[in-house]
T-cell receptor
Framework: ETGVTQTPRHLVMGMTNKKSLKCEQH?????MYWYKQSAKKPLELMFV???????ENNSVPSRFSPECPNSSHLFLHLHTLQPEDSALYLC???????????????FGDGTRLSIL | QKEVEQNSGPLSVPEGAIASLNCTYS??????FFWYRQYSGKSPELIMF????GDKEDGRFTAQLNKASQYVSLLIRDSQPSDSATYLC??????????FGKGTRLHILP
């Protein structure tokens, strides 16, 4: 149990569907992150939220839309995805996004997304 | 040059031996360095972090940092089959962004 819970664990969707990924953290952290992990590629940071405010958008296509209603919850809304978007989507949290010194991120188990 | 570079492996090490995982980074002003372990189908799990030159030991794990050479390594002593996983190196740059390497697959041979 990492303290970061992601649902669903697996998702299969067509390119025209709309779905949402959910992340919840029980660690009292103020920063939350979305990462994409594809085979043979490093973890790619997508979005960063700090105290509910988006502080980073790493040139992510608009078909991915994040939402952070509070410091404990993070969503990733998906719409009109492409086959190359199939990947493991990981949520993480940390005390703040601008840690001084060493603030590691705690990851959820991810959502395995497959686009048909 | 990739920002954070790791040999993808697989690195095969006999049980009981020392496994040595290496990572180089390009931003000379990087501040902190993290090693994560990721089992197949699971999330990355923090093993160690280091921010000062030299060695840092925690149980069977030792992290080594050489900022002059822009090099960080992870040693695993007395390797166990349960250590078989992908090990991710992560570097916090001077602008506070954390960049991950692709990871090294480690296989401990029973």
């Amino acid at each position: 149990e990492t303290g970061v819970t992601q649902t669903p664990r697996h998702l299969v969707m067509g390119m025209t569907n709309k779905k949402s990924l959910k992340c919840e953290q029980h660690l009292g952290h103020n920063a939350m992150y979305w990462y994409k992990q594809s085979a043979k590629k490093p973890l790619e940071l997508m979005f960063v939220y700090n105290f509910k405010e988006q502080t980073e958008n790493n040139s992510v296509p608009s078909r991915f839309s994040p939402e952070c209603p509070n410091s404990s919850h993070l969503f990733l809304h998906l719409h009109t995805l492409q086959p190359e978007d199939s990947a493991l989507y990981l949520c993480a949290s940390s005390p703040t996004d601008r840690g001084r010194g060493n603030q590691p991120q705690h990851f959820g188990d991810g959502t395995r997304l497959s686009i048909l | 040059q990739k920002e954070v570079e790791q040999n993808s492996g697989p690195l095969s090490v006999p049980e009981g031996a020392i496994a040595s995982l290496n990572c180089t980074y390009s931003d000379r002003g990087s501040q902190s360095f993290f090693w994560y372990r990721q089992y197949s189908g699971k999330s990355p799990e923090l093993i160690m972090f280091i921010y000062s030159n030299g060695d840092k030991e925690d149980g069977r794990f030792t992290a080594q940092l050489n900022k002059a050479s822009q090099y960080v390594s992870l040693l695993i002593r007395d390797s166990q089959p349960s250590d078989s996983a992908t090990y991710l190196c992560a570097v916090r740059r001077r602008d506070d962004k954390i960049i991950f390497g692709k990871g090294t697959r480690l296989h401990i041979l029973p």
